[in-house]
């Protein structure tokens, strides 16, 4: 088996007629300048769009195929010079019952079935050219159409506050799927301000594989967090069977932020302005007592709330989630400097995983080369985020390395 680097949620800002897509994402982001960003400097090895049921980015994609950019693989995805393989997929918001609303990505083998899924959408969608807009279908319902597809439904960033199963709509997936939808969903996506150890402390999900993707909005946030894939090779067949566990393909690690970068990890006030910093769940505002629409319950309270056990209980299958911080956050590592250790090593994923000390001080300083080996050691001192900003990644002078390169 092969390592796979994946990222599979990255959205479109915008068709290449210059069409918005994703509204908040930026309007240079095309499906091909995500290729291009995932090939030219991220290093990733398997990118999951997912605003491909929009007509406009299927017209972008049959142009790109015509063209020979990319191709369709018999096994499913698309493929780019080789090394990359493309994923079609689609997020989407359902609506339940209790008014509560929440995201899923939907991932597709073949164009044939996203073409299918986009015209039934269209129909429960105001404008399917728009990304992650509400069907006001029930999940349940999403799901079913889905499956009828051919695609592999899979609950978006499960944990946040703001559009997600467990952050917003219930503290079960049994209450939300019928019971043969619940076993047969075979992976949720984590988000930036959750992890496999607080995921792990929900007794239902111990048979389900975790992602960690980025949800990125501009190229710069493409891999910020991303999943290896032990797989035979690129295609979408290889990427099912992983997802499940079959045939020796697996989930091999997950590579994320530490929660707390992530914008909702704490709860957080929206009258004072303030991160809570008691012990969790903080429930109300410890400093103005505000509750309810005034105040954002964070991730690890939600968690803290819905709980099953106090410590995490993971199966015997789960990969070991490696925390790091994207070169991005790492301080004093300016834009030009990043470029520079790009263009020196090939890629981020070289920067990230394999560059040694002494081949980044021949690039940078060395307080930004040491800087980046604490990041992937998770040896950075970091502060909370809440209520929508990303949590703090603070500057430190080392004065000794003891670890081994």
Excluded at 28 to 47: M, P, S, Y
Excluded at 305 to 316: F, G, K, L, T, V
Aim: aromatic share 10%.
């Amino acid at each position: 088996m092969n390592n796979y680097y994946a990222d599979l949620h990255i959205h479109i800002g915008g068709s290449s007629s210059g069409s918005p897509v994703k509204i908040t994402a930026s309007r240079k982001l095309t499906f091909n300048a995500i290729i291009n960003e995932c090939i030219n400097r991220k290093g990733i090895d398997v990118a999951g769009i997912v605003d491909c049921a929009a007509p406009k980015i299927i017209k972008d994609i049959e142009e790109l195929a015509a063209k020979d950019i990319i191709y369709e693989l018999p096994e499913g995805g698309f493929i780019h010079k080789e090394k990359l393989l493309v994923i079609l997929a689609s997020e989407i918001e359902t609506s339940e019952k209790n008014g509560r609303t929440s995201h899923h990505i939907c991932y597709f083998p073949y164009l044939k079935n996203i073409k299918r899924f986009s015209s039934i959408m269209g129909k429960h969608i105001t404008n399917i050219e728009l990304s992650s807009q509400s069907s006001g279908l029930p999940a349940k319902e999403l799901y079913d159409i889905t499956l009828d597809c051919g695609g592999i439904p899979v609950p978006a960033h499960a944990f946040t506050p703001h559009k997600s199963i467990y952050g917003r709509v219930a503290d079960s997936w049994k209450k939300i799927f019928s019971e043969d939808q619940f076993y047969s969903i075979p992976a949720l996506e984590l988000g930036l301000s959750a992890d496999t150890n607080l995921a792990d402390r929900k007794a239902e999900l111990s048979g389900t594989s975790y992602l960690t993707s980025s949800d990125a909005h501009s190229a710069s946030k493409i891999a910020r967090e991303y999943t290896m894939f032990k797989m035979a090779r690129l295609n979408f067949k290889e990427f099912s069977l992983a997802l499940r566990r079959a045939e020796g393909r697996i989930i091999g690690a997950n590579f994320g932020m530490d929660p707390r970068l992530g914008k909702y990890h704490r709860s957080y006030c929206k009258r004072c302005g303030k991160v809570a910093e008691t012990l969790p769940p903080a429930t109300f505002c410890p400093y103005c007592f505000s509750k309810d629409s005034d105040f954002i319950i964070g991730v690890l309270d939600r968690i803290n709330m819905i709980a099953d056990y106090n410590e995490p209980h993971s199966p015997d299958f789960r990969p070991p989630y490696f925390y790091q911080i994207p070169l991005e956050f790492v301080p004093g590592l300016s834009n030009n400097r990043l470029s520079r250790l790009i263009d020196a090593f090939g890629s981020e994923m070289a920067v990230i995983h394999n560059a040694s000390l002494e081949e980044l001080r021949q690039i940078v300083s060395i307080e930004i080369a040491e800087n980046i080996i604490k990041a992937r050691q998770g040896e950075l001192p970091i502060g909370s985020g809440g209520g929508g900003k990303y949590g703090s990644v603070y500057r430190t002078k080392i004065e000794q390395l003891t670890f081994k390169i």
